[in-house]
């Protein structure tokens, strides 16, 4: 069982910037690819920002040009660094590792809150 724990969230005004920070127990984070979803209230969880685990990366448009998404597979670690914030990035963010032993394998941090005021 692989846990994923999120740290980083918080409140900041608009124009400023945070850093996620997504770790992952066990021995599988090189082999896998992670990404950072997030929901907003009363809207359906959405994609941000993923990268493979050979360090192919994706942005969903409205994040492009300011977040970016990291790993360190030493320290089994996925990053999200988050500039020029707006309101309406508000919402819960989640880490998520997939995995592929077979099957594919799919797992969920337990968010961490973002709150940017205007």
């Known amino acids: 069982q692989v846990q994923l724990v999120e740290s980083g969230g918080g409140l900041v005004q608009a124009g400023g910037s945070l850093r996620l920070s997504c770790a992952a127990s066990?021995?599988?984070?090189?082999?896998?690819?992670m990404a950072w979803y997030r929901q907003a209230p009363g809207k359906q969880r959405e994609l941000v920002a993923g990268?493979?685990?050979?360090?192919?990366?994706n942005y969903a448009d409205f994040v492009k040009g300011r977040f970016t998404i990291s790993r360190d597979n030493a320290k089994n670690t996925v990053y999200l660094q988050m500039n020029s914030l707006k309101p309406e990035d508000t919402a819960v963010y989640y880490c998520?590792?997939?995995?592929?032993?077979?099957?594919?394998?799919?797992?969920w941090g337990h968010g961490t809150q973002v709150t940017v005021s205007s």
């Open positions: 066990g021995s599988i984070f090189s082999r896998s690819d």
């Open positions: 990268i493979t685990r050979g360090g192919n990366t």
């Open positions: 998520n590792l997939k995995v592929t032993f077979l099957r594919e394998y799919e797992y």
